[in-house]
């Protein structure tokens, strides 16, 4: 039974490679923020206390400070929209930060990458139009920042630039070990080390799996308390539903056809991605009906966070049609 399991997550493992691809994207930002350790020292002295830890930090730019700001929010897009539309391809446990390569459905690989290249190019002009002005904002910013204008270190123009990066890797294809290609090594070393490789490649497509679950629950939750309690409603309720679906179903389409999770996403599109804020504001019926199926789907996917095996996952292929929801719930 082990060996079975063992090829049919091996089989899984293979769709998946020819399902998704790997997208690495990098974004750095310049904050403008200046520390002021003089400042801080002499704040200190002044209360008459010593090695307290104070810190003191103020926006280098002033009142111009909201321009730069402007470009750091463009090239946030970036990262915003690479984390909406992907999901992270990393072994890093709970708590911890899953930077890196990002699994994204070959199927989408061309709408993403376009979008984030037009993001990219966006981020890059306004930076383009900022930096022109940047001497000229810095001499205004120095002259109004009375006893910290000595204090404040101005970063040139090239150095601004400098700090800005958003770099898009072309997407990488997801290769399974072809242990063929070393038939000299012994046989039992060669399962070692294709397991070893294999149970990898599980681990990191079962994280996604779970991220996935775990932003479509987090999302449901908002739905429930907005539709419930919120007295402004908005239409990200809606289009974000529509796109946690998405990346379900992309998901398990491309992986483990996960039928569970599949009906999560029908029941998110059919009553609640399908809906808008008017018809919500308009019909009881339809928000309580909206509020149900979120609260459902948040139950149902709670229970699925952990990762199970594919003979568990076939054997829930019989059970749609006979409630599988309502058991997840009860």
Sequence with gaps: MTNLINQDQSNLNSRACNAFMLLTVSVAVYDGIAKLSEAAERAEKEAGAEDTGARMYINALGMHHGELKSVMGKYKRIRTYLYQNTLSFSQAEEGMQKRGKRLIPVVRVPEVLNHLNLLKAEAESALDDLLPHWDHLCNIAQSRAGQFGTEIKYLTSSEVRDRFKASISNPECISPIDMDRFGSLPTSLANDIAKASNDK??????????????????????????????????????????????????????????????????????????????????????????????????KGLSAMVQPVSPDQIQSTNQSLAGGLLADLID
Aim: glycine fraction near 2%.
């Design 201 to 298: 490649l599980t681990s990191q497509l079962e994280s996604a799996k779970t991220e996935a679950m775990k932003a479509a629950k987090s999302h449901m939750d908002v739905v429930i308390k907005q539709l419930s309690e919120g007295k402004r409603l908005s239409e990200t309720l809606v289009s974000l539903s529509a796109l946690h679906s998405k990346m379900l179903r992309d998901l398990v389409n491309g992986y483990d056809n996960d039928p569970r999770i599949i009906a999560m996403a029908d029941r998110i599109d059919n009553e609640i991605a399908s809906q808008s804020v008017d018809r919500w504001k308009q019909s009881d019926y339809a928000r309580t009906k909206s509020i149900d199926a979120a609260k459902v789907v948040s």
